[in-house]
């Protein structure tokens, strides 16, 4: 067990609140790319072309050639580091994570207090006349999917580039960071606004910082680093918790 794994730890326990903060990285070890990744999304679909919800109102015929892909993510299964802080949760170290993914990983796994910052690819809605529409039923659909009510397009509730995020996501947000004093950023560089945010948010509220990544990101502001793979750090941590 490293000192850093100890220190983080230490930091848990003494903690009044603790929330968790996750990006692509706590999901590539199920085996969903990164999107900005070598092979992943980004790599293959310009952004700009496939990832606004300008680009999906012109042509959302040619988006849905990515979104498919989209799709196939919410068949993955949550890895040993999205149990652990499942684990984590359950034990009431933590007490809330917000996501930037879309994958359902976390709520597989079992934690119930997920904020999903960027939506979820768990639910469907039409444009054109609102109607909204599981997972479940776009899986047995031809693609792309049609709303049976008026045959346009379904999008999936997903936060597209140059969309607000929605207001119950930002509610939910704020209430969880609200008085927290220690934050898990996992598997995150921080660099998409407004999420990339939420860590200097945490330390200007005079929080402390636990970074697991493979290479840190924060600029100094973790108080502990735990410089590795989720699932081997977050495996460790929930050990050193459960075994004190």
């Known amino acids: 067990m490293t000192n850093s794994i100890m220190q983080a730890a230490r930091l848990l326990k003494k903690a009044k609140k603790v929330i968790a903060f996750t990006g692509a990285g706590a999901s590539t070890e199920s085996g969903i790319p990164d999107f900005r990744s070598k092979g992943g999304l980004w790599s293959r679909f310009d952004p700009m072309e496939y990832g606004t919800i300008g680009a999906f109102r012109r042509n959302p015929t040619k988006v849905w050639k990515m979104l498919v892909e989209l799709i196939d993510i919410a068949r993955a299964e949550p890895n040993t580091g999205h149990l652990a802080m499942a684990e984590m949760e359950k034990i009431g170290v933590i007490q809330g994570i917000i996501t930037q993914n879309i994958d359902l990983l976390h ?15 768990a639910s469907f809605t ?13 899986r047995q659909e031809q693609m792309p999917p049609l709303c049976p009510a008026c045959h346009s397009l379904l999008k999936p509730d997903v936060v597209f580039f140059d969309e607000q995020i929605p207001p119950r996501a930002l509610a939910r ?9 220690v934050l898990i950023v996992a ?14 948010q945490i330390y200007g509220q005079g929080g402390k910082i636990i970074e697991v990544n493979l290479e840190p990101s924060l600029d100094g502001l973790a108080e502990v680093v735990l410089q590795g793979t989720f699932t081997k750090m977050m495996t460790e941590l929930v050990g050193q918790l459960d075994g004190n």
Request: contains cysteine.
């Open 107 to 121: 709520q597989k796994a079992g934690s119930r207090n997920v904020v999903e910052f960027h939506g979820s690819i």
């Open 126 to 138: 039409c444009l054109d006349c609102g109607r909204g529409y599981p997972l479940s039923f776009v």
């Open 173 to 181: 947000n704020k209430e969880l960071l609200a008085g927290a004093d």
């Open 187 to 200: 598997g995150t560089s921080c660099q998409v606004a407004p999420a990339s945010f939420i860590p200097s």
